[in-house]
């Protein structure tokens, strides 16, 4: 009983401690990662918030380039530098919550389940370029820790119309889920919660349809018409190839997204009926899942927003094992993704196999991403030497 009343008085400080430990893995890894843009998009948020006009293609993003521009003109910084220190405070915040999160949920071996996330490719990867996929490494968890960690539903709901700012897709795949765990709240809590939802997108739909000046359901129509170009999944009637490759990225875009965390998540997810946890995170991932897999999906990263619920999948599977097993298991995931991220490199005068490695494995990591060079996006930005963005001039010779 003594030694019990011990460990309890030890709480707090050990939470605090590990919270330190988290913040810290978080800052170092990502400061040790830091590029220049690595999309063609980077360079237009860039250009967006330098030119005030805040807008990109659709859906625009409005929310991420305003608060670069914000960023930008509080602390005299280049649009470049805001993003970058936009972003590298998304995924401090994110790893933050996801361990306040599991702690809230009762998950075994929080801590290090938390490190795992940090050191997750794709949140590791949201983190060093200049996109917005690093404000769903910790949206998504907030989220999380808002409507299962039952902090209160109508924070929830903000912080659904603040997700669906950043990226409004990740909104759309995410709203059933809402819609799913509203039916346990009071009717009139969920009338508000609906204002709340609808305010908070009216925020960042106005300007944005302003800036298209396509009438106020201009972003919808440009939408719809992106997507329709693109889809190439079975569900759209794509080409039997065009399908199979479209499956097949996704497939690797989990592969590179859970590691060996894929295994445990995917029978948690077919384990759904376990517990009222895994049905909600359920609900929570099919969305996106049929759409990535059946639609549409180019790049591992537009699983940034998956990770959280399937590695909270993951844990509940883990939770059925033993100690020895679940603390191996968590421990060589995480060492697993910090060996791949920090040595993994892209493979110079590739094979056809070797280029499919290159395109859909290896450039999420670090020394992928550092070397990586574009004379396209060089050219965009129109000033290689800058130091904010000389990580896509490595390969331009000067």
Not at 267 to 277: A, D, E, I, N, P
Not at 363 to 375: C, E, L, N, Q
Request: charged fraction near 15%; hydrophobic fraction near 55%; include cysteine.
């Amino acid at each position: 009983m003594l030694r019990k009343n011990l460990l309890d008085a030890a709480s707090p400080s050990r939470r605090a401690l590990e919270i330190f430990v988290v913040v810290l893995v978080t800052l170092a890894t990502r400061l040790w990662s830091l590029s220049g843009p690595y999309y063609v998009d980077a360079s237009r948020h860039i250009q967006a918030i330098e030119s005030g006009r805040l807008v990109i293609h659709t859906p625009g993003y409005f929310a991420f380039n305003l608060s670069g521009f914000l960023l930008s003109h509080l602390f005299g910084i280049t649009a470049a530098r805001a993003l970058q220190c936009l972003n590298i405070s998304f995924s401090i915040l994110g790893t933050l919550t996801f361990y306040l999160l599991a702690v809230k949920l009762k998950i075994k071996s929080a801590f290090a389940l938390s490190l795992v996330y940090a050191l997750s490719p794709i949140v590791w990867f949201a983190a060093a370029i200049h996109s917005t996929y690093a404000a769903m490494t910790f949206l998504v968890p907030l989220l999380l820790l808002c409507l299962e960690g039952e902090v209160h539903f109508l924070l929830g709901c903000l912080a659904w119309g603040v997700l669906t700012a950043f990226r409004p897709s990740d909104g759309v795949f995410l709203l059933p889920w809402i819609i799913f765990k509203s039916r346990s709240v009071p009717v009139r809590k969920r009338l508000l919660g609906a204002v709340i939802c609808v305010v908070s997108v009216a925020a960042w739909w106005t300007p944005t349809a302003l800036r298209y000046r396509l009438g106020w359901l201009g972003p919808l129509h440009t939408s719809l018409s992106q997507l329709l170009i693109l889809a190439q999944g079975f569900l759209v009637g794509g080409s039997p190839g065009h399908a199979m490759l479209n499956a097949a990225r996704f497939v690797l875009a989990l592969i590179v997204s859970l590691g060996l965390l894929l295994p445990l998540a995917v029978k948690g997810l077919f384990g759904y009926r376990r517990s009222s946890l895994t049905k909600s995170l359920a609900y929570c991932v099919t969305p996106g899942l049929l759409f990535f897999s059946l639609v549409f999906v180019s790049d591992a990263a537009y699983l940034a927003f998956l990770v959280a619920p399937f590695m909270l999948l993951a844990a509940a599977e883990l939770e059925l094992r033993s100690t020895i097993v679940r603390r191996s298991v968590v421990c060589m995931a995480g060492i697993t993704f910090c060996l791949f991220m920090l040595f993994a490199r892209q493979i110079r005068q590739p094979s056809t196999a070797d280029a499919v490695l290159n395109a859909y494995i290896l450039r999420y990591t670090v020394p992928s991403v550092k070397a990586h060079s574009g004379a396209r996006l060089a050219e965009a930005l129109g000033r290689c030497d800058d130091r904010d963005v000389k990580g896509i001039c490595g390969g331009i010779q000067r």
